[in-house]
Structure formats: structure tokens, C-alpha cells
């Protein structure tokens, strides 16, 4: 959401004394999903937002939040927060950014119950790629492209028109989902279950690059992106391409051998490998539809 990202080498970090200054250069032309401006005064909104004495709890508490003294509003885009004490977490204290007014009409002291309520999504304001527009108690949340998202990041395409996040109670209910080809990626299996799915839709193993388990469906993939299995069968010698990928470093878990990006595709979850060896390689990844991009 910002031009450049705000250092001391750029000067949009200036330490003065025992404080400092931080510009974030917000992107012009920026809207949230109802179709308002993005500006600096939703992050003085969201400021004082977290600040307020109503609040009734914070995940994150008010590390970083305590330290500001002010917001500069007086221009859209050039957003001059100063610190009473040099803050090292700056970079990802505004995420996420609150729309200023969105959340003005609701209290903050209702805020765990009336702001983004379940049973009213259509009342929220969002900015990420994709908005919820449905919630199936229990059972999942529907999401569909955010028609502004394109003024904030206008070089993505995004990958698909709208997403399904399901829900399960249990770790046998995911599993049994997971079997019959209800999803397309698992995020909260752990590797006690991967026993009980080998043989059934070829689960895969993987080192990957960060913490987490990402299990990927085979059998739902292969149908959508056809040759997708292939192309990772012959992603190469994992051994290099690890330590190629970590500079050395130890591998994660459980992640295809790339890295989720917003490769245009009509349907489903796209990946990107970041090397192709081979011609053999390329041609898949040409029937694929996968654009990658190297490095």
C-alpha cells in the first residue's frame, strides 16, 4: 500500500533524539471496497482506534501504539507518524490499516461484536484481495474478488473469482473433507494425520519455507491443473534447490517447491516454481498456465 518502503537510507526515517519520524507514502488513487479513499487519516483512525481507553482487549496490546504522538493528515498520501521512542516494529504496525470511517460508526467498546459482524458482512469495509460476503455457521465463509483491489495493487491478476474457507469441528471431520475432495489446501492438519491420507490422494511431504503445514490436495489439483503433479515430480534435485532457496540456511515443512503468487488462473490455487531446469520443465509449466518469474 506504499510507494517505497521507509527507511533511513531513503529518508523517510528520521531518529530524532531518543524518537523518530516515519513517512509511509501511501500509493494515490488507493480505495477501500465501498469505494472511499484510502488516506492518512485512516491511520490516525487507526491509531487512536487502538489507543482508546474503551477497548476491550487487543491481540497485539499497545506496543508501538503507545509510542506515537501524532499523524500528520494534512496530505492524503504523505503519512509522517512520529515516535516518542524509536520503534523497530514500525514497518508492520499499520496492518491492518482500519477505514477511518467505517469505524467510526460503531463504538469502540462494541466494536468485538457490532464491527465486521458475521451475520452482516456486506457491512464491512475491506481492502485485501478477496471479501467475505457469506458466513455458513459452522460450516465455512464465502469469498468473492474486491472490485477495488485493483487500485492498490494494480499489477496483480488475480487468480480466481471467489474462494471458500471451510470449517470443520474436528480433526476426523477435516480429514474425511480432505478425502472426499472438498478442498484444495489444508492449513491446521499436523503430521500425525499425513498416515492416515497416504494412498489416498497422494499426499506429498515436502521441505518448504516457513513453519507451517500447508497440505495441498492432489487428487482436487491434479484435476484443475492437470499436469501440476508433474511438474513438481520433476522440479529438479531437492537437495539444491533447497539450499539454493535458504542460502544454506535449514529447511521448513511442508510447502511445494515455490511460493503462492497471483498467476493468472481461472480457478483454484496457483503456484510458481522458481527454477525450471529443464525444457521438459517449461513445457509443463506452459500446460499449466503457470506464469513464473525468476530469479
Not at 458482512?121 to 485485501?128: E, K, M, N, P
Not at 492498490?152 to 469441528?169: N, T
Not at 474425511?176 to 498416515?195: H, K, Q, R, T, V
Not at 499436469?227 to 521448513?252: F, I, N, V
Request: proline fraction near 5%; charge should be positive.
Amino acid at each position: 500500500m506504499i510507494t517505497e518502503v521507509p527507511l533511513v537510507s531513503n529518508g523517510d526515517v528520521v531518529t530524532t533524539g531518543t524518537g523518530m519520524t516515519v513517512d509511509y507514502k501511501l500509493k494515490p488513487g488507493m480505495k477501500w471496497s465501498d469505494g472511499s479513499a484510502i488516506t492518512c487519516k485512516d491511520l490516525e483512525a487507526t491509531w487512536k482506534w487502538n489507543m482508546d481507553p474503551a477497548q476491550a482487549g487487543l491481540a497485539g496490546g499497545t506496543i508501538g501504539w503507545e509510542n506515537i504522538t501524532a499523524v500528520d493528515t494534512s496530505t492524503d498520501t504523505n503519512c509522517v507518524v512520529t515516535f516518542n521512542a524509536v520503534y523497530e516494529g514500525y514497518l508492520g504496525l499499520f496492518s491492518p490499516l482500519l477505514p477511518a470511517a467505517y469505524i467510526a460508526t460503531v463504538p469502540v467498546k462494541d466494536a468485538p461484536t457490532k464491527l465486521y459482524p458475521l451475520t452482516n458482512l456486506a457491512s464491512g469495509v475491506y481492502s485485501g484481495p478477496y471479501i467475505p460476503t457469506e458466513y455458513k455457521a459452522d460450516a465455512q465463509l464465502n469469498y468473492a474478488v474486491n472490485p477495488n483491489y485493483a487500485t492498490i495493487h494494480p499489477e496483480a491478476k488475480l487468480g480466481f473469482p471467489g474462494m471458500i474457507f471451510k470449517i470443520y469441528g474436528s480433526a476426523d471431520a477435516m480429514k474425511a473433507g480432505f478425502d472426499a475432495g472438498e478442498y484444495d489446501l489444508g492449513m491446521d492438519m499436523n503430521m500425525s494425520d499425513i498416515p492416515s491420507l497416504q494412498g489416498k490422494n497422494n499426499v506429498l511431504a515436502k521441505d518448504g519455507t516457513t513453519y507451517e503445514q500447508l497440505s495441498l490436495n492432489n487428487a482436487t489439483l491434479t484435476k484443475k491443473f492437470g499436469a501440476a503433479r508433474s511438474l513438481h515430480d520433476q522440479a529438479g534435485d531437492r537437495a539444491r534447490d533447497q539450499q539454493e532457496r535458504h542460502h544454506g540456511s535449514r529447511a521448513r515443512r511442508h510447502r511445494r517447491p515455490g511460493r503462492r503468487t497471483t498467476s493468472r488462473r481461472s480457478t483454484g490455487t496457483t503456484w510458481t516454481c522458481r527454477r525450471m531446469r529443464s525444457t521438459r520443465q517449461g513445457q509443463l509449466a506452459a500446460r499449466c498456465g503457470w506464469l513464473g518469474r525468476r530469479r
